[in-house]
Every structure is written in structure tokens, then in C-alpha cells.
Nanobody, 124 residues
Framework: QVQLVESGGGLVQAGGSLRLSCAASGRTFSRYTMGWFRQAPGMEREFVGG????????NYANSVKGRFTISRDNAKNTLYLQMNSLKPEDTAVYYC?????????????????WGQGTQVTVSS
């Protein structure tokens, strides 16, 4: 069992930046591939990006490529999502998730554990 808690969400103007964190507890964090997803009202949950157990093999959605960066600190059991050049269409609840797979897949059902989410709102 892995418990995940996101933080760092908030309200930001378009063009601004936010850094989300995902703190993990429970089973060994470094064993898991980690991903970030987001869900806007009335929309399906959408893959943002992810990294493997040591932060390698990054995989990003085209919509965030070049603007968002995912990193992890296994010593601190924490996953990060640095979001730059934010746009109003980035507004959503952001979730971190842990997968036993070796690749940051874009399919939510391949992830075993989820956080409760943190709201990000980008104003125009």
C-alpha cells in the first residue's frame, strides 16, 4: 500500500508557474513508476506525464511538453510537477499516481495508487 498526498495547487495568472508536490508514505516509493494526471470538470482524467523509478524515461502529454517538468526525490519520497507558462486550459484537479509498471503509461487503469488531488486554477 502506498499513500499519496498532493500539495501546491492554487490560483495563478496565465503565464505564471506552480510547483506541485506529491508526498508518498507506506511501501517503498522508489519501487514505483510515478505519474501525474489531471481532470477538468465534465472531462475524463487526462495523463500529464510520468517518470520511472529513478526519474528517467520521462513521458509527457503533447499538451504540456516543453512547459511542464516532472522530477522525483526518492530520499524524500516526493514527486514534483513544475508547471511553467500556465494556460487557462491547464485548469483542473491534479492527481499523482503510482504504478508497478516500468514505464509511465498514459492509461489511468495501469496505476495502482492515487492521491486525493489538488486544484490548479489558471486565470486569463
Amino acid at each position: 500500500q502506498v499513500q499519496l498526498v498532493e500539495s501546491g495547487g492554487g490560483l495563478v495568472q496565465a503565464g505564471g508557474s506552480l510547483r506541485l508536490s506529491c508526498a508518498a508514505s507506506g511501501r517503498t516509493f522508489s519501487r514505483y513508476t510515478m505519474g501525474w494526471f489531471r481532470q477538468a470538470p465534465g472531462m475524463e482524467r487526462e495523463f500529464v506525464g510520468g517518470v520511472n523509478w529513478n526519474g528517467g524515461a520521462p513521458n509527457y502529454a503533447n499538451s504540456v511538453k516543453g512547459r511542464f517538468t516532472i522530477s522525483r526525490d526518492n530520499a524524500k519520497n516526493t514527486l514534483y510537477l513544475q508547471m511553467n507558462s500556465l494556460k487557462p486550459e491547464d485548469t483542473a484537479v491534479y492527481y499523482c499516481a503510482a504504478s508497478s509498471g516500468g514505464w509511465a503509461a498514459s492509461t489511468p487503469s495501469l496505476y495502482d495508487y492515487w492521491g486525493q488531488g489538488t486544484q490548479v486554477t489558471v486565470s486569463s
